[in-house]
């Protein structure tokens, strides 16, 4: 699914695109998919989806599977996000430093669709035209409101401690960029019970497409599940 404020979901103006608008969003499809297969749900997470799933456990236990988490945006302080993002490129310190041209050039990203710049943003992160039109469909008040109420203002620690005992387990590039490696392995000291796979050479986008045995992993992950 697009969760609020990207891809193809609504986009309002005035929402805080918090933890809880996203999880308020996202409770009724949960809900219909545990209804319609009278089981709890296997999620597969994806960047700040680790959040939003866990926040959704926190209040569903009884409708949720185990979580397979890739890329979790962990940072040990909002200093640390800032300079990690300001070393992405120059898009991505757009929402850190918030400058007046801010605005308009992340809303003519999306009336492009991410067209102007795709053949060098391709070379470097090997995005799928697709899922690049698709990450340039929000706005720009999706796209800070999300980074800063969202992302930095969420505790992952208290998160995963409200969470509760449930099967999870985490992935992560050792070449992510978005959420330095170094930043999650801290977190992953912290919570030695939740199993946890560095993926060699991963960065923070695709390379779950490009790792077949990442793949052949993750799909023995969700067999076992069903099977069980």
Not at 4 to 27: N, R
Not at 38 to 62: C, F, K, Q
Not at 186 to 197: F, S
């Amino acid at each position: 699914m697009d969760l609020l404020g990207h891809g193809k979901s609504p986009k309002p103006g005035d929402s805080e695109y918090s933890l809880t608008e996203q999880a308020d969003a996202v409770e009724p499809i949960l809900k219909r998919l545990a209804a319609q297969s009278d089981r709890p749900i296997p999620i597969i997470a994806h960047s700040m989806g680790n959040l939003v799933s866990l926040e959704l456990r926190r209040r569903h236990p009884e409708l949720i599977g185990p979580i397979f988490g890739m890329g979790m945006p962990y940072f040990p302080s909002r200093d640390h996000a800032y300079q990690a993002f300001m070393k992405l490129n120059p898009f991505a310190t757009l929402p850190v430093k918030r400058p007046w041209y801010a605005g308009p050039i992340v809303n003519a990203a999306r009336y492009s669709r991410g067209k102007v710049g795709f053949e060098w943003f391709n070379k470097n992160y090997g995005l799928p035209r697709d899922c690049w039109e698709d990450g340039f469909a929000v706005t720009w008040t999706s796209l800070s409101r999300t980074l800063h109420n969202l992302i930095l203002d969420t505790d992952v620690d208290k998160l995963l401690e409200q969470a509760g005992s449930h099967d999870l387990e985490w992935f992560h590039g050792t070449h992510d960029q978005s959420a330095p490696y170094s930043y999650v392995q801290e977190l992953w000291k912290r919570h030695p019970h939740v199993p946890t796979t560095a993926i060699q050479q991963g960065n923070h986008n695709v390379w779950i497409q490009k790792n077949a045995d990442f793949t052949k992993l993750l799909a023995a992950r969700m067999k076992a599940y069903y099977d069980k």
